[in-house]
C-alpha cells in the first residue's frame, strides 16, 4: 500500500583485499551495479581483511564482493568470514568473490561461505541477477 | 517512555489506509533499541539501514531513541567536489579521536535520478581512522526518499547520538537545496573552499555564504589561497555591512550600532566578542597533511560555545523540531488523503469529472477533507 520499500535499495561493498593493484575489473564491477540501481560502496585499493569487515558492518550491506587477483585468496577470504562471523554479519551478508580463483580453490571458498566465485569472462548481467535473486530477507 | 508512540496500534482497530505510521514493524524493535544503547556496531548499523529503507518500524525505532540524544556536537561539512571534504572529515576524526572522543560520520552522495543507483566513495579518502570500530563511517546516498534525505540524515544523526558518538560530522556535497537542508541538521556548518576558485566564491554568494558558521580554504599550500582567504574575508565583511542582521541571526536590530562600532578593535577575532554577533571565521587547511586541523577543531568549538552562551544553540533545535514536525505531518497527511483518494476512484476519475465540469478543484478538495474535519473537531475537547 505505502509508497516506500516496495523496492528495496540494495548495498554492495566493492573490495580489494590485500597487496594486489589490478582494479579494472572492481571498477567495471561497481560501476554496473551502479547502473543496476545498487548503491555501491567502493573501498579503494590495499585493504587489510578487518579493513573490509569494519567497512561491511557499519555500511550494513547486503552485499560484499571480494575482488582477488593475487593468488591470496585462501588467506584472505577466510580471515575476513571471521571478522563477519565475529560480529555476527556472516548470516545475512551475500559475500561473492571475483577475480582468477582455480577450481579447487573454489570449492573450498564455497564451503567456508562463499555464496559465488565469478571467474574471468563472467557476463556482468550474470553476476547482477544473482545478486538480485540471492541477496539476505533480513528483517 | 512515550506513552503513545507514533506508530502504535490499537488491535482491531486498524485506521482506514495502512500508512507507514500505523504498520506494524517488521523487526523487533526494543531489542533493536537495547542492542544499540548497549553499543552494539551492529545494531547501530542495522537502524540507520531501517532509517534509510523507511522500514516500518523506523518511526518506533527512532522514536524511542529520540530521548537518549542531545549529547553529541554535530558538525555538518559542505563544499564543492573536489575541495577535499572526505579528507578533512578523516583528520578531523584523527584528532577527535587522539583527544579520546569518539566519532560518527554520515558521508552524503549523490545518487543517479534515473537508475537511483549510486557509488559512494566518501570512504576511499577515510583511511587514517581505518581498523578503529570507535569511528562509524556511514555512507548515504541522496536517495529519492520521500520527504528526503534531510529527514533521513536527522534520524541517523539520532542513531549515532543516542548510540554514543561525542562528535557527529555529516559530510556533504554543496549542490544544492537538498544538500543545504542536510547540513542544516548541524548545528555548525563549514563551507570547504579550495584556492584559485574564484567563481565557486562567486557561487557561494547565492545561498552557501548564509548558511556558513565557518569557512575552510583547504589546500592552502597551493597558488592563490592568500587570495581566496582574502576575498572570502571582504566577502564577509561586505555582507555585514549590508545586512548586520542576517549575521546577528537570533539578536534584533539594537545591537547592530554596538557591533559597528568596536568592528575595527575585532578584525582579526573570529569568534563572539560579546556583542553577541557570530563573525564567520576563514580557517586555512592542507588536509592531505593534517595542517589546520587543530584551528578548525577550535573554530567549531568556539561557534558551539557561541551558540551555548547566547541561546541560539537551543533555539536551533527547537526550529528544527518544529520543521520535522510539520514535516512529518504534512506526509501522514498526504499518505491518508491518497488513500483517500483511491476510496473514491483514485485521482484520474476525480480529476476527468474536474474536467468535464461537473465539479470543480474545491468541491473536490472539500469532500475529500470534510469527513477529517468532523473527525478532528469530534474528537477535540
Sequence with gaps: MSVEGEQRTIRCL??????????????????????????VIYSGLHNAPDEIVQAAVQEDVDVLGISILSGAHGTLVPKVIEGLEEYGAMDDTLLIV????????????????VAEVFGPGTELETTIEFVRENVRDRR | ??????????????????????????????????????????????????????????????????????????????GSPGTGKSTLVDKLALEYRDRGETVGVIAVDPASPFTGGAVLGDRIRMGSTVGDMDVFVRSM??????????????????????????????????????????????????????????????????????IADCFVVNKADLDGANRTVQELTEMLQLERDVDPIVQTGHHGAEEVEDSRSDTEDNQDEAADNGDGEWRTPVVETVATHGEGVDAVIEAFDDHRNFLADS?????????????????????????????????????EALARDVHRRETNPYTVADELLDPIRDCVAENRD
Design chain 2, 311 to 347: 541561546g541560539a544553540l537551543a533555539d536551533r533545535a527547537r526550529s528544527r523540531y518544529a520543521e520535522e514536525i510539520r514535516t512529518l505531518l504534512r506526509e501522514d497527511l498526504g499518505t491518508l488523503l491518497e488513500a483517500e483518494i483511491e476510496d473514491r476512484g483514485g485521482i
Design chain 1, 98 to 113: 571475483g577475480g582468477v580463483i582455480p577450481d579447487d580453490d573454489k570449492a573450498e571458498l564455497e564451503e567456508l561461505g
Design chain 1, 14 to 39: 566493492v573490495a580489494k583485499v590485500g597487496l594486489d593493484g589490478h582494479d579494472r575489473g572492481a571498477h567495471v564491477i561497481a560501476r554496473a551495479f551502479r547502473d543496476a540501481g545498487f548503491e
Design chain 2, 141 to 210: 546516498s541522496a536517495r529519492g526518499a520521500l520527504g528526503g534525505l534531510a529527514a533521513a540524515t536527522a534520524d541517523a544523526v539520532r542513531a549515532l547520538d543516542a548510540f554514543g558518538k561525542d562528535r557527529i560530522i555529516i559530510e556533504t556535497v554543496g549542490a544544492g537545496q537538498n544538500e543545504i537542508d542536510v547540513v542544516r541538521t548541524a548545528d555548525t556548518v563549514a563551507v570547504l573552499v579550495q584556492p584559485g576558485a574564484g567563481d565557486d566564491v562567486q557561487m557561494l554568494k547565492a545561498g552557501i555564504l548564509e
Design chain 2, 1 to 78: 517512555m512515550t506513552e503513545k508512540s507514533a506508530g502504535e496500534v490499537e488491535p482491531g482497530r486498524e485506521p482506514p489506509g495502512s500508512t507507514v505510521a500505523t504498520a506494524e514493524p517488521e523487526f523487533d524493535v526494543d531489542a533493536l533499541v537495547e542492542n544499540l544503547l548497549a553499543g552494539e556496531h551492529r545494531a547501530l548499523a542495522r537502524a540507520i539501514t531501517y532509517i534509510e529503507d523507511r522500514t516500518p518500524g523506523y518511526r518506533q525505532l527512532v522514536g524511542e531513541l529520540h530521548e537518549h540524544t542531545g549529547d553529541a556536537s554535530v558538525v555538518g561539512i559542505t
